[in-house]
């Protein structure tokens, strides 16, 4: 089995040099990191109790599934953990790896989806940021995301709602009207509603333990955490 969808791949290939150009196909991504980043990291920092203040993820062992061109696995690595970034676009990990040996980073970039990574390694913290909406095979793909994480360990996700308001934001503004991503980018059916996940994921041990909705706020030109789920969404479970 995979959970590899062949036409994504090529799709995201083909804007493979643009992964770190903030006016480029990925303007989005770079507006959105700022947010994920400091979800991200506060999460881990209460969950696993650190107190390091200078590399607050210091030694913590992360896994980022689909990590295009590096946007999330560099500032993890900068914040001191110990990064792993798979991507099923050889291409996506080309421009990665790249950008990494210019600038002194230490980061492990394998071409590989979850199912075919060849360790025995379990991750304390596995990423699926963005990547959920484009697998070729949802409960295959967590399935396999699961079996990666060390018990304690914790799981984000993050994704858009399948619901109307997300086919006219997501779909209809933000790449018809407002030009933000390239026509395509999304289909509406490969959305994916926190209840689902919420179900498959408890199939395979990981309960829920946190989901905040994301808000872009259009007069302040940036992202922030909101209380609405109709759009885009992020969660963090926990391996049982």
Known sequence: MSSVNKKEIEKFSRMASEWWDPKGKFKPLHKFNPIRIKYIKESIIENFKLKNKIKPLNKINILDIG??????????????????????????????????QKNKLKINYLCSSPEKLKTKKKYDVILNMEIVEHVDDLNFFLKSSSKLLKK???????????????????????????????????????????????????????????????HFNIVKNQWKISNDLSVNYIAEFIKN
């Open 152 to 214: 304690n360990g914790l799981m984000f996700v993050a994704t858009i709602n399948k619901t109307l308001k997300s086919y006219v934001f997501a779909i209809v503004g933000a790449e018809y009207i407002l030009g933000w991503l390239p026509i395509g980018t999304h289909e509406w059916e490969k959305f994916v509603k926190p209840e689902e996940l919420k179900k498959i994921l408890k199939k395979n041990n990981l309960f829920l333990s946190k989901l905040d909705g994301m």
């Open 67 to 100: 990590c295009g061109g590096g946007l999330l696995s560099e500032p993890m690595q900068r914040l001191g953990a110990n990064v792993t970034g798979i991507d099923a676009s050889i291409k996506n990990i080309k421009v990665a790896k790249l950008h990494a």
